[in-house]
């Protein structure tokens, strides 16, 4: 089979390879779409933590059962995506709920070679059965909704909460439309690029800036309950303090390893917010699933660049320079 894989250094190559072999209770899925998300991008670079090199990226793809093991027979067929999240079961992190922290992690894309192939190998227990006849390139992002599924919840964002979302990257619209899921408004968004900031308000935001232009937002009935950062930098988290209320709360959800910037804790204290990191799906599959599946989550604006394996460079390059509108690079497999 064919596979896109990473070297780190900016270094990727398609290469052939042996289908997977599937270890004790995991199946063989034949893969139809998979994305690359900002975690592939650092990925590519060589600057992300805890995987491999050598390493087939893909955690955010949809496809069809190709093989199971025994008692799975009839999953053989079905159409599925899957949690890249392979904790132990055993450690402490594992055993409290948390397996994104697990201390023996194994991580599809990550760890282990994912779905930027043919075929990928996943345990039975991770994949989530989709509805006939759901459009696979929608079901690719049941992983990144799965995350700003659980940034909402974990932030505990309620009905009629003011709203803004720095960083309208893939993972930032998915925040945006599951805040306005919720019956939250969001006020507010950002970003660089602004075919990004003409979609989060098509989407529904109210506004839509750069963030050189944010406004100063100044009295109590003009900053807003929640934050989300979605964009990753470490100076957004400045940002973010502004524009939230006395009392409100901040979600993490982007980031990038290594990034740094200073930041004054006692705003803080003085303010009284919340500062809450999120990572990972937390999850929340199935909600997304039936989210994706019933049309309350539009996945159509931002999966703008659907490709084949061979085009992976120029694709890659528009995605990291985010240049011709591009927010998600989606493979299109069913041919390999």
Known sequence: MRALQFHGGHKAQIIDTPRPEAPPGWGVVKVHYCCLCGSDLWLYRGKWHGNRYPIVPG?????????????YESWVGRPVTGDLI????????????????????????????????SYVAVPMTNLYPLPEGMDLAAASQTEPLAVALHAVDRINLRPAERVAVLGAGGIGQLILQSAKATGATVTLA???????????????????????????????????????????????????????????????????????????????????????????????YREAVDLLANGAIDTRPILTDIVTLDDY????????????????????????
């Open 190 to 284: 950002t970003d660089l690029v602004a075919e990004r900031r003409k979609i989060a308000e098509e989407s529904g935001a109210a506004a839509a800036v750069h963030p050189s232009e944010l406004p100063e937002l100044t009295s109590y009935a003009d900053k807003v309950d929640v934050v989300f950062e979605a964009s990753g930098d470490p100076e957004s988290v400045v940002r973010a303090l502004d524009l939230v209320r006395p009392g409100g709360r901040v979600c993490l959800v982007g980031y990038q390893v290594g990034a740094e910037h200073a930041l004054e804790t006692a705003r803080l204290p003085l303010s009284y917010a919340s500062l809450v990191g999120v990572m990972g799906p937390g999850g929340k």
């Open 313 to 336: 460079g120029p694709a890659i390059d528009r995605a990291i320079n985010r240049t011709d509108g591009t927010v998600r690079v989606v493979f299109d497999l069913r041919g390999e």
């Open 59 to 71: 955690h955010e793809w949809a496809g069809v059962v190709d093989s199971a093991p025994k008692g």
């Open 86 to 117: 392979v904790g132990c079961q055993t450690c402490g992190p594992c055993r409290d709920g948390l397996p994104v922290m697990c201390e023996n992690l194994i991580e599809i894309g990550f760890t282990v070679d994912g779905g930027c192939a």
